[in-house]
């Protein structure tokens, strides 16, 4: 009797989570740590923020309170998604597992590596979605970017003109650091730019003879004191300034709703020859202080 190999499954809750977690890390913003991670939540998470105004005054006799403090918050809901396929077996015969799937048109079961890969690209498909989204989605929740354009409080100078190899400087990443508040100044801050404005600036490094690493290319760029970390998710001529801890991106990977299943219709009788998916999951983004923010985009 020939061995029938079973390739459903199905994962919720916590399981599904760190599936769902390990292709999070995969996104560009992510994997380069340049933002906070909150991993447990399932419904909203509030960002408190406490502003204190000295009260210091001269010394008299007597209690005489000064000084103001003022409690606000931001809040993240995140936003719940799902992701439904299925992909026809059929697809796969010639290049993945015809031994294993057998030579049979009916294609009866589906190997353990093709569900593998299904689940691989699918995963990695949400998540390249998701670097965009993070900053610039206007739809089912708000990216950083969209949320900075209505507030009046985060700092956002303009350029005039794209981002050129001769403008890089003059009109994107000194305007950007001048705009920084001078009490973050001398603070661990995250100098995000769009590929296009690395590029310029590794062009002008190059034109004026400038090379760093001795030649590896794996070597950072710099300007000044600032490492450039580079987000593919950031539209063109773009450049951010902020600390690590002011932005958050927030996810319940603990839920119970997550869920990454794959079935096999032809194991459970529908007799389709496709495989069924299904990935469920939530996300939200946002931040404590908009005064601690620099934004340059292009006018």
């Known amino acids: 009797m020939a061995t029938t190999t079973s390739v459903s499954s199905n994962y919720n809750g916590t399981a599904a989570g760190a599936i769902i977690g390990q292709a999070f890390k995969t996104i560009d913003t992510i994997e380069k740590n340049a933002v906070t991670i909150a991993e447990n939540v399932n419904f909203k998470l509030s960002l408190r923020k406490i502003a204190y105004t000295d009260g210091t005054t001269a010394y008299t006799c007597g209690f005489a309170p000064a000084g103001t403090i003022v409690l606000n918050e931001n809040v993240i809901e995140p936003f719940k998604f799902k992701n439904d396929f299925d992909v026809c077996k059929e697809?796969?015969?010639?290049?993945?597992?015809?031994?294993i799937m057998g030579g049979g048109a009916a294609n009866a079961t589906a190997p353990s590596d093709i569900m593998d890969?299904?689940?691989?690209?699918?995963?990695?498909?949400?998540?390249e979605k998701l670097e965009s989204d993070m900053w610039t989605s206007s739809t089912n929740f708000d990216g950083w970017l969209t949320q900075f354009d209505s507030d009046d409080d985060v700092n956002k100078p303009t350029a005039?003109?794209?981002v050129?190899?001769?403008?890089?400087?003059?009109?994107y990443l000194k305007p950007a650091l001048n705009a920084v508040p001078i009490a973050l100044r001398n603070k661990e801050l995250i100098l995000a730019v769009s590929p296009d404005v690395a590029q310029a600036y590794a062009f002008h490094l190059s034109t004026q003879g400038i090379t760093y690493g001795m030649g590896n290319t794996d070597f950072p760029l710099a300007f000044g004191r600032h490492t450039l970390t580079v987000l593919n998710g950031l539209p063109a001529n773009s450049v951010v300034i902020y600390e690590?801890?002011?932005?958050?991106?927030?996810?319940?990977?603990?839920?119970?709703?997550?869920?990454v299943a794959?079935?096999?219709?032809?194991?459970?009788?529908l007799l389709t020859g496709k495989v069924r998916g299904k990935v469920v999951y939530n996300v939200g983004v946002g931040y404590y202080n908009a005064e601690e923010i620099v934004w340059l985009s292009l006018d």
């Not at 050129?164 to 009109?171: F, G, K, Y």
């Open 91 to 99: 697809d796969f015969r010639q290049t993945w597992s015809d031994g």
């Open 117 to 127: 890969a299904i689940q691989a690209e699918v995963l990695g498909a949400i998540g």
């Open 160 to 162: 005039d003109s794209a």
């Open 164 to 171: 050129t190899e001769a403008n890089v400087l003059s009109d």
């Open 244 to 259: 690590k801890k002011n932005l958050v991106f927030a996810t319940g990977l603990t839920a119970d709703h997550n869920q």
């Open 262 to 269: 794959l079935v096999d219709e032809d194991e459970i009788g």
